[in-house]
């Protein structure tokens, strides 16, 4: 992957996309000791960073292949962003999620227009119903994290936070698949000057956290997290850029996690899913590490579900 696979695109997908609002907060910036810049993809449509993926990997099929439609397996943000990509690009879109998937979830992948195909909630599960549509239908499967061309989509919002920000000297990041954190470290390595990547995580599910330590990818036992888009492991795409250019993992506690996104929602007055708290709670709980630095967060999403805020 070069600089210039990123720059393209960012330009593919451009159209689609938002170009996302950066926010600070005097007092959060006291609070940690250090200046805090936040790129909202809360804000991006659909809600969540994963847009841009997944419109990039859409862009980059044929003809025959947009035809026939896409499909991936997905419980969350991913389902939802497939779903709107390809209704913008005027592609099909079949998306399958597990059974226990919340309904105004669902309701968001069928309002942007997809079929869904519930099935048990088991990977295996997912993995045999895409399978069976990508058969039957001939779509073409899109991984939600560990594929090329979503990572370079991804990527681009660490991108466009650097045109902005270029003496940012840290950007923190939530891990929960890697594809966000891989194509922010690609993003860094070419737009950044000299700038480190955090990769941010659950105690809960610290797969990456033990991936890194191990050299190979490692699996969850239990993901007993209020960052539900953060229970993913990684690929072997993206594992190997996150080896490469990710400086370190920091893991943070469930309580943790719920003071900061209370944090974010008061501060900064924004709707911020679990998983986006992650980052900021990782730079709270390390902050004498960062003092004075110039530290960029990128805020995954805010697709919460309001019956279940854990404030």
């Known amino acids: 992957m070069e600089k210039e696979d990123l720059i393209l695109a960012h330009q593919r997908i451009k159209p689609y996309i938002h170009d996302t609002a950066i926010l600070s907060s005097k007092y959060i910036n006291k609070i940690v000791g250090a200046n805090l810049l936040f790129k909202c993809e809360n804000f991006q449509k659909m809600g969540a960073f994963k847009m841009r993926g997944a419109t990039n990997a859409i862009l980059q099929l044929t003809d025959a292949q947009k035809k026939k439609g896409v499909v991936t397996h997905s419980s969350g943000n991913f389902a939802q962003a497939l779903s709107l990509a390809a209704q913008s690009i005027g592609v099909k879109a079949f998306i399958v999620m597990p059974s226990n998937s ?149 893991c943070v506690t469930e309580e943790e996690i719920i003071s900061a996104m209370r944090l974010l929602w008061e501060r900064l007055k924004i709707v911020v899913e679990p998983s986006s708290a992650v980052a900021l709670a990782s730079v709270i709980k390390e902050s004498h590490l960062f003092s004075n630095k110039n530290i960029g967060i990128i805020i995954s999403g805010g697709n919460v579900d309001l019956h279940k805020l854990p404030f």
């Open 102 to 250: 919340t309904q105004s979830k669902k309701d968001a992948v069928r309002g942007y227009g997809a079929d869904i195909l519930e099935c048990e909630p088991t990977l295996k599960a997912r993995e045999t119903s895409a399978e069976e549509i990508q058969q039957k239908e001939g779509a073409t499967f899109i991984h939600p994290s560990n594929n090329i061309d979503v990572i370079l989509g991804q990527g681009t919002a660490c991108k466009e936070f650097l045109e902005k920000q270029p003496d940012l000297e840290y950007l923190f990041v939530p891990v929960g698949g890697g594809g966000l954190i891989a194509g922010t470290a690609l993003s860094a390595l070419y737009f950044g000057n000299n700038c480190k990547v955090i990769g941010a995580e659950p105690c809960e599910a610290d797969d990456a956290y033990r991936s890194l330590q191990s050299g190979v990818i490692e699996s969850n036992i239990s993901t007993n997290t209020i960052a539900d888009g953060l229970k993913t492991e990684l690929g072997d795409i993206n594992f190997p850029i996150i080896q490469k250019h990710v400086d370190r993992i920091i």
